[in-house]
C-alpha cells in the first residue's frame, strides 16, 4: 500500500519558487524534500502557467470583493440585533400580561 501525500499551496509554491531561482537542480530539491523530479518538474510548470493570476484581479474586483464582505458582515450585524430586539419584545410582551393593565389603557398601579 503506497503512501499518498498531500502538500498545501502554500508549501508547492515556495519549492516552485525555489525551482525558478535555480540555485539547486531539481533533483537536489526532490532529494532534500523526499519528492520526485517528476512531481518537482509539474508544480513548476503549473506554477508558472498560471503566474498571470497574481496580477488579474482589477481594483474594481477587489472593492466589489470588500463591498460584499462589508454587507455580509453588515447583515450579520444587523440579524444579531432582530435577535436581540425580537427577545426583548417578547420579554417586554410577558412582562404586560403579568401585570395586566386597567380599564384606561395604562399599567396598573
Not at 540555485?23 to 519528492?35: D, H, V
Amino acid at each position: 500500500m503506497s503512501k499518498h501525500r498531500t502538500y498545501s499551496p502554500e508549501y508547492k509554491a515556495k519549492i516552485s519558487i525555489e525551482m525558478l531561482k535555480e540555485t539547486n537542480t531539481l533533483s537536489e530539491i526532490g532529494a532534500r524534500e523526499n519528492i520526485s523530479p517528476k512531481q518537482l518538474g509539474n508544480w513548476k510548470r503549473e506554477f508558472t502557467e498560471n503566474a498571470y493570476r497574481a496580477f488579474s484581479v482589477t481594483k474594481d474586483e477587489k472593492a466589489a470583493k470588500d463591498a460584499a464582505l462589508t454587507a455580509a458582515e453588515r447583515e450579520q450585524e444587523l440579524m444579531a440585533k432582530i435577535g436581540q430586539l425580537t427577545y426583548e419584545c417578547d420579554w417586554l410582551k410577558k412582562k404586560y400580561s403579568v401585570f395586566g393593565s386597567d380599564e384606561k389603557g395604562g399599567y396598573a398601579r
